[in-house]
C-alpha cells in the first residue's frame, strides 16, 4: 500500500496535477489549446488535431498520416470567502469558532496533456493520449473558521487511453478508447480534540472545546478501467457533426487515515487511532452533441452541448478499518449541462484566430455545499489562435476568463450521531473567478 502511494505521489510531482478544477464539480476541460479557444465549443465535432480524440475518438478517423500534440495549461483559480460565521454544537455550548476566513483556497496548477496519432489505412488509425480529466486542490490556512469541515482537499488523475477509429465510409468516422485511469485522494482537516475531551470527560485536565486543535487526514489511490465511444459525421461539405459518449470509472480507494496532536487519553481510542481507510470515488459518465459549420472561405461556427451524471456523486464516505465509525458529508450532487458557442476565422493562409463563450452549470446544491469544493455556476470567456510556424508544425495559444456565481456554504453541527457533529455550523460566502492560459504545439509527420 506504501509502495503504490508513492508511486502515485511520483507520477503527480511528474505531470504537476492539481488545482482548482476549471469546469463545474472536479472535471478538467483543459486538454486542448485549440478547443480552449473558443470555450470547447465544437470540441465533440471538430477532427483536425490530435488533441480533438479526447472529446470524441472518432476524430481519430480524420487526420492524416502520423501526429503529435504537446498541451500545456496554466490554471490560476481565486476562491475566497468574502464573509462567514462558525459556532459549535448546542451540546457544547454553541460557542464562537475564532479564526479567520482561510485566504485564497484556490491552488494554481500546471495541467499538460500529450496525443499520438498514426494512419493505418484510408479506413484505420489508431492513437494514445496521456490526460488529467479530473483533479481539484483546495487549501485552507489553518486557523480557517471552516478548519474542522476542511483544510486540504485533493485530488489528482492520470488516464492513459489507447484509442482506434473506424471510417467505412469519407463521411463517417466511428471511434473507441479504452480510459485507464489512475486516481490519488487526500483531505484533511482540523479535529477539535478539546471538543472531544470535553465530551469524554477529561474537561478537568484543561481539555475544553477549542483549546487543543489537531489534524486528521485521509489519503488512498486507485486505478478504474472505462471507455468512450464516439462518431463524427459528415452530412454535407463543410458541416461536421459529433457526438460522444464517456463511461463512469468506479475507483475504490485504499490507503491510510491518521491523526496528528491528540492528547494522550484520546490518542489510543478507537476514534484517533492511525488505521487503513478506503473510499469510493466515481467519476461521471457524460454525453455530449457537437456541430462545426463552415460559412464562406473563412468562418467556422462552432457549438457544443454537453450532459454531466453528477448525480452519482451523493456523499463522501470513508470507512476505517480500526472499527471507528465512517466519516460522512453529504454532497447530493445534481446532473449539469454545459452549453459553448464560438467562431474560428482564417486570418491567412497558416494563421486562425477564434473566440467562444459558454455556460457551465454546478453540480452543488446550497443545502449542502462544502468547503472543499465551494462549486457555483461558470460563465466563459475564450480567446485563441494557432500559427503555422513550418509546414509540420503548428503552434496554439489560448486564454480564458471564467467568471463564477456567488457560492454559499450552509452547513449545521446537529449534535452526536450526526454527520457533522465536533465540525460546527458554517455560514460561508464565497466568490471565485479563474484565469487560464494554455499553449499548445502539433506536430505532422
Not at 509546414?391 to 449534535?415: M, Q
Request: aromatic content about 10%; overall charge neutral; hydrophobic content about 40%.
Amino acid at each position: 500500500m506504501l509502495h503504490r502511494r508513492l508511486g502515485a505521489a511520483a507520477m503527480a510531482a511528474l505531470l504537476g496535477v492539481g488545482g482548482e478544477a476549471a469546469a463545474s464539480g472536479y472535471a478538467l476541460r483543459e486538454q486542448s489549446a485549440v478547443g480552449q479557444g473558443s470555450s470547447f465549443a465544437g470540441a465533440t465535432a471538430r477532427a483536425d488535431d490530435p488533441s480533438f480524440m479526447f472529446f470524441n475518438p472518432a476524430a481519430l478517423g480524420y487526420l492524416a498520416g502520423y501526429q503529435a500534440s504537446l498541451v500545456g495549461s496554466y490554471i490560476r483559480p481565486e476562491s475566497e470567502v468574502e464573509s462567514g460565521v462558525a459556532t459549535r454544537a448546542a451540546i457544547l455550548g454553541g460557542s464562537r469558532i475564532t479564526g479567520g476566513l482561510g485566504g485564497d483556497a484556490g491552488v494554481n496548477a500546471f495541467v499538460p496533456a500529450v496525443y499520438t496519432s498514426a494512419q493505418l489505412s484510408p479506413e484505420w488509425a489508431i492513437g494514445l493520449s496521456v490526460t488529467s480529466p479530473f483533479g481539484l486542490v483546495t487549501k485552507y490556512d489553518n486557523d480557517f473558521i471552516g478548519r474542522y469541515h476542511a483544510l486540504t482537499s485533493t485530488l489528482r488523475t492520470i488516464n492513459v487511453a489507447p484509442t482506434v477509429s473506424y471510417r467505412p465510409l469519407p463521411w463517417l468516422s466511428i471511434g473507441a478508447s479504452l480510459q485507464i485511469q489512475h486516481a490519488y485522494a487526500r483531505i484533511s482537516q482540523a479535529v477539535d480534540f478539546g471538543a472531544a475531551g470535553a465530551l469524554a470527560g477529561l474537561g478537568p485536565f484543561g481539555i475544553l472545546p477549542g483549546t487543543r486543535d489537531g489534524r486528521g487526514t485521509v489519503r488512498g489511490d486507485d486505478i478504474a478501467v472505462g471507455w468512450t465511444v464516439g462518431a463524427v459525421w459528415e452530412p454535407q461539405d463543410g458541416t461536421r457533426v459529433g457526438l460522444s459518449f464517456r463511461s463512469a470509472l468506479f475507483h475504490k480507494l485504499e490507503g491510510d487515515a491518521y491523526f496528528q496532536g491528540a492528547p494522550g487519553p484520546l490518542a489510543n481510542s478507537v476514534n484517533f487511532r492511525n488505521t487503513d481507510g478506503k473510499a469510493k470515488l466515481t467519476t461521471p459518465e457524460s454525453l455530449s452533441f457537437g456541430v462545426a459549420q463552415r460559412v464562406g472561405e473563412r468562418w467556422t461556427l462552432l457549438g457544443d452541448v454537453s450532459w454531466t451524471n453528477w448525480s452519482r456523486f451523493r456523499e463522501l464516505r470513508v470507512d476505517f478499518e480500526s472499527g471507528r465509525a465512517p466519516s460522512v458529508s453529504s454532497q447530493n450532487w445534481r446532473d449539469t449541462w454545459a452549453l459553448a458557442l464560438g467562431a474560428e476565422y482564417l486570418v491567412a493562409d497558416g494563421l486562425r484566430v477564434r473566440a467562444g463563450a459558454a455556460y457551465d452549470q454546478s453540480p452543488a446544491r446550497d443545502a449542502f455545499r462544502t468547503p472543499r469544493i465551494p462549486d457555483s455556476d461558470r460563465y466563459w470567456l475564450s480567446v485563441g489562435a494557432s500559427y503555422q510556424v513550418l509546414r509540420n508544425v503548428e503552434l496554439t495559444a489560448a486564454y480564458t476568463h471564467i467568471f463564477a456565481d456567488d457560492a454559499k456554504v450552509r452547513l449545521r453541527d446537529r449534535g452526536p450521531g450526526t454527520e457533522n457533529f465536533l465540525r460546527g455550523n458554517l455560514d460561508a460566502n464565497y466568490s471565485a473567478s479563474v484565469d487560464i492560459v494554455a499553449v499548445q504545439a502539433r506536430l505532422a509527420f
